[in-house]
């Protein structure tokens, strides 16, 4: 049974506050996450604060959610006065190269933006990361805001500044690290997602839920904005009710508080603690990519986060009813624990899209893993080639 939708009287009964997402470096950086139901029709005043009062914004978006939301993103934003040059791209994986990169530049450059100008991208995980990517790389950086359409990118991928494009069938293997300057996200915009869409977005959300608590370590928790602890425990309430998508607003916020503190604390994946973000995603990746991305990237990664946990279970490392509940929370979203008995995945060339990862170092598949209860994971690279073999021909 489907949870009741969000319903329109229910927005901002008591507005969210803004997530701050603080960064060091050469210089400090700071930027907001904003969720909030209904703010896509004040896009061009949230927006006035962030850019120059003269920026040009090119609003790169695809196809589908154009059809939607272009006009009123564009009517908002030419009302505070800014100049708006739209730039839409075929829905779909597909858009995510270089070749799509070359038009983007190619008319940035034919309307005359600069490094001043910004790029708004409006749309899913797709147009978020080749919008950062065009971004950091026009002029050597222009401007960036995110406005995410998507469960996924509201919840993870439109936050934290990685950008990139899939290259010679390598998911993601072009890219740089590179900050928005705000990210808007608005729940209702989820309403107009086919289910399928809504569901592979919740893989994410549930990912939140088996590595918070390593995530919000070393005292990230005491510092979390909006962190409020057992985020699992919290789906697992809510999924058992029926009342999780009245919850739409909180529970983005919450996952978009987790992974900003890890941002927070590991900006470019050198310290360890962003690497639990990619729960599921070693073996999901792999499924996705060989699928020819007829899996949805929430569809592989729940296939992944299922194999890791069984994995876990395998080597002693997690209680076995934690696959149990985490099936119980797939089961409103009818999201798959294993892939479609349409699709024929070979476990050697899995294994051998594992080795490619970028994850790994040394030539060793590097896994994160679930470990003692939900919300903990550490990462492993002592696995067996022959043990996961056998856990891919399950």
Known sequence: MQPAPLSRSQEDAS????????????????????????????????????LLADARILILTDAQVAERYLSLATQTL?????????????AGEGSKTLAQAQKVYELLLQSGFTRKDAILGLGGGVVGDLSGYCASTYHRGMALIHVPTTLVAQVDSAIGGKTAVNFDRVKNIVGTFYQPLAVFSDPVLLESLPPRELAAGMAEVIKYGLIEASCLAENVADGADGYEGDFFGWLLNHTEKGTLRQHFPEMIRRCAAIKAAVVMQDELETKGLRFFLNLGHTFGHAYESLSQYGLLHGEAVAIGMVKAVRLSIQLGLIDPALEAQLLALYQPWELPAQPPSTMTFEPAALLQKMRQDKKNRDARIRLILPVKQAGQVVVRDDIPDAQILALLAE
């Open 15 to 50: 507005p969210l506050s803004p997530i701050s997402v603080m960064l060091s470096g050469a210089a400090s950086r700071h930027y907001d996450i904003v969720v909030r139901a209904g703010l896509l029709q004040s896009l061009g005043p949230l927006c006035q604060p962030v």
């Open 78 to 90: 030419q009302a505070s006065g800014f100049e708006v040059v739209p730039c839409i791209i075929p």
